[in-house]
C-alpha cells in the first residue's frame, strides 16, 4: 500500500513540475480497385494498417523549462496488423545553460522537405537523394548525441550518432579506430530568410555529404533550395541541387519540387537524373480537390510517372481522402486508393 501511494505521489509531483502531452493518429488504407498493367490482374477491396515509424501514432511529451523528454510508438512489422507496439524516437533533452540544449536519444536533422510527397529525413529535401543501391541514401542516422547551441537567430549544433545499443567509436587492441556517424549543423534565421548547412559522415569518414540550404518567402510565394555534395566510399561524387516553390491563391494551392543530380566524373545526360513532384488542389465543400504528379526521372529514356486525382476532406474528427491513381510506364496501371486518418 505504501508503495502504491508513493507512485502516486511521484505521478502527482511529475504533473505539477511537467507540461505532460499526448497525442495519437491511427491510420487505415484501402485499395477498392486495382489493375496491374504488368501481369494484366485485377484485385479489389483490399484494406490495411497503414501506420508505420513516419506515421508516430502515439507521441507523448514531457517538459520543463530546463528539462524533457519524448516517447513515440508505432506499429511494428511495418505495419502489418497484428504486430507488436515498438518504441521509435525515445528522447530525453536538458538545458545546462539558457542558450545550449543537450539532446539523448533519438534525433530529427535535415535540411528542407517538400510536401508533396509528405518524404521525411532526407538531407536534401525530397526523396530523389539515391544514386546507389545503399540504405544511407535516405538520410541521417537518427540515435546517439547532440548539443545544440541557440542565440539571436543562430543555430550550431554537433552529433555524433549510432545505433541503438551500439559506440560511435571503438578500436579493438591492434585495429583501427572505427567511427560512427558525425554531424555537423549551423543555420540563421533573419529577416530574409533562412540559411543552413551540414556536414554529414558516416563509416569513419569513407562516405560524406556537404550540403547547404535556404528558404524564404517572396509575397505569396515560398521557395527553398538546396546544394549537395556526396562521396560514398569508392563510389563517383555526386552533386545534386533540388528547388521548390509553394504558392496559395485564394483557394488554390500550388507546389512544384525539383530535384537534379549527376556524379561529377561524367556529367553527360545519360547519367543526370531530374526528379520532379507538383500538386495542384482546390478547396470545396470543407476539403479539397487535388491532383498530383510524381516523376523520378524526367531524363529518363522511357517516360514512366504517376498521376493522381482525389479530393480529401474532414468527417467529424476523421480526414480522409479518395483518389484516382495511374502509373504510366511499360505498361499502365489503374487504382482507386483511399485513406482514413483520425488523430487527437
Known amino acids: 500500500m505504501k508503495k502504491i501511494v508513493g507512485i502516486i505521489a511521484a505521478l502527482a509531483m511529475a504533473g505539477a513540475v511537467f507540461a505532460v502531452d499526448f ?4 491510420q487505415l488504407k484501402a485499395d477498392l480497385f486495382h489493375y496491374d498493367g504488368a501481369t494484366e490482374g485485377v484485385s479489389a477491396m483490399k484494406l490495411w494498417n497503414e501506420n508505420t515509424k513516419d506515421d508516430k501514432p502515439f507521441i507523448f511529451s514531457l517538459n520543463s523549462d530546463r528539462v524533457g523528454a519524448t516517447f513515440k510508438f508505432y506499429d511494428g512489422a511495418a505495419g502489418k496488423l497484428g504486430s507488436a507496439l515498438e518504441g521509435h524516437a525515445y528522447n530525453i533533452w536538458f538545458k545546462p545553460f539558457d542558450a545550449v540544449k543537450i539532446d539523448l536519444g533519438s534525433q530529427d536533422i535535415a535540411l528542407n522537405k517538400e510536401h508533396v510527397t509528405w518524404w521525411k529525413g ?44 551500439t559506440a560511435w567509436m571503438s578500436k579493438a587492441k591492434d585495429g583501427d579506430a572505427a567511427i560512427g556517424e558525425t554531424v555537423l549543423y549551423a543555420g540563421y534565421a533573419a529577416d530574409f530568410g533562412n540559411v543552413n548547412f551540414v556536414l554529414d559522415a558516416k563509416n569513419t569518414f569513407k562516405n560524406l555529404k556537404i550540403a547547404a540550404g535556404y528558404s524564404g518567402s517572396f509575397g505569396d510565394v515560398s521557395i527553398f533550395t538546396d546544394v549537395m555534395f556526396w562521396k560514398w566510399e569508392d563510389k563517383q561524387n555526386i552533386l545534386s541541387v533540388d528547388f521548390d516553390a509553394r504558392t496559395s491563391i485564394d483557394s488554390i494551392g500550388l507546389e512544384a519540387y525539383f530535384n537534379w543530380g549527376a556524379p561529377l566524373k561524367d556529367m553527360s545526360s545519360d547519367n543526370m537524373r531530374l526528379a520532379c513532384y507538383a500538386k495542384a488542389s482546390y478547396g470545396i465543400a470543407g476539403g479539397s480537390l487535388f491532383l498530383k ?46 485513406y482514413f486518418r483520425i488523430g487527437f
Open 23 to 26: 497525442s495519437a493518429g491511427f
Open 122 to 165: 532526407n538531407i536534401i529535401g525530397g526523396k530523389m537523394t539515391s544514386f546507389f543501391d545503399n540504405t544511407w541514401g535516405n538520410g541521417i542516422g537518427d540515435w546517439g548525441y547532440k548539443a545544440t547551441f541557440n542565440s539571436d537567430g543562430f543555430t550550431v549544433a554537433a552529433a555524433l550518432l549510432s545505433a541503438d545499443n
Open 293 to 338: 504528379f510524381e516523376d523520378d526521372n524526367l531524363m529518363a529514356k522511357k517516360f514512366a510517372a504517376d498521376f493522381t486525382f482525389g479530393y480529401d476532406g474532414n468527417l467529424g474528427a476523421m480526414s480522409y481522402e479518395v483518389a484516382a491513381a495511374i502509373n504510366v510506364a511499360d505498361k499502365t496501371s489503374f487504382s482507386i486508393p483511399c
